[in-house]
């Protein structure tokens, strides 16, 4: 095992700076280990559109940290195609989850799982907080320097692991316990105090115009490519509410007002304000 890399899906660069910091550290250390010779390769970002048209394929000369976002407790339904087509050649793999502060539920089993059928060989993982998509409060700033340090952990004890068993022989037990429910439980629905569900599948941001001076960030960054060049803050496609173009746009051109995603959002602010602290799994 010789090639480091971070492989992600993350549409506020939550995911991606855990995953970076996993992946920069485990180099770190295991190339100043006595068996050196590791490389630290080019991370894979799968968040645009295109990324998710190539075919990715590994082999046992690769460590890939691999990191999705959580969505409705689970990893995002729109990534199952695409992983799919993974083919992990026999690589080690430590899945990575990151989460809103509310739950990561079976996202993590699940995505272990996936990685597992896919040919890799999951021998550590972990789960992370972020700022939730929806808010600017609930898990503000995160993942923060504490949070890092926990993944600069999992690095070293993952490194720990690969030096003891260089060639894996202890991977064909099975993959690294983590917490999560096997069969999977269904996605997380939001609901109101009476216990309705609120359906915000379809609902989107909007755009003010009089803000929108059309630099096309929100273009660049919609992980669906659902905002159109000729048309700038309009999301005329899937919506995974990543809240990615919202979040990064320096005019606060786009702003939600679906009644049920405000509700939503301030329940979770409410009910979810205690902070929750990374797991990781050896």
């Known amino acids: 095992m010789k090639r480091i890399r971070g492989m992600y899906f993350s549409g506020t660069k939550t995911t991606e700076t855990v995953v970076e910091t996993i992946a ?5 250390t295991l190339e100043s280990s006595s068996q050196g010779g590791f490389d630290r390769v080019p991370s894979i970002d799968f968040t645009p559109p295109a990324a998710r048209q190539e075919v990715y394929a590994f082999d046992r ?6 990191g999705v ?8 339904n729109v990534l199952l195609k695409f992983l799919d087509t993974l083919k992990g050649g026999g690589a080690a793999a430590i899945p990575v989850v990151l989460y809103g502060n509310r739950n990561f539920d079976d996202a993590l089993i699940e995505l272990r799982d996936i990685l597992q059928s896919k040919g890799f060989r999951a021998f ?3 789960a992370f907080i972020g700022e939730h998509s929806f808010s600017r409060v609930l898990a ?3 993942p923060d320097a504490a949070d890092l340090l926990v993944a600069e952990e999992l690095a070293d004890r993952a490194a720990e692991k690969l030096l003891a068993d260089p060639e894996g022989e202890t991977f064909t037990k099975g993959p690294v316990y983590v917490d999560g429910q096997q069969p999977l439980r269904p996605y997380y629905q939001p609901r109101d105090r009476q216990g309705n569900h609120i359906n915000i599948l379809k609902v989107k941001p909007k755009l003010d115009p009089d803000k929108c001076d059309g630099c096309g960030i929100c273009i660049s960054v919609c992980p669906m490519g659902s905002i159109k060049p000729e048309a700038p803050g309009i999301v005329d496609g899937i919506c995974i509410k990543c809240c990615g173009c919202e979040k ?3 005019k606060g051109a786009l702003y939600f ?3 049920g995603y405000l509700y939503h959002k ?5 009910g979810y304000a205690e902070r929750k602290e990374p797991k990781i799994f050896i």
């Open 24 to 28: 920069d550290r485990l180099y770190i």
């Open 61 to 66: 000369g690769d460590v890939v940290v691999f």
């Open 69 to 76: 976002p959580v969505i409705a407790g689970r990893v995002p």
């Open 124 to 126: 550590a993982a972990g």
């Open 140 to 142: 503000k700033g995160r």
């Open 248 to 250: 990064l746009c320096p």
């Open 257 to 259: 007002d679906d009644p």
């Open 266 to 270: 301030e329940e979770l602010e409410l």
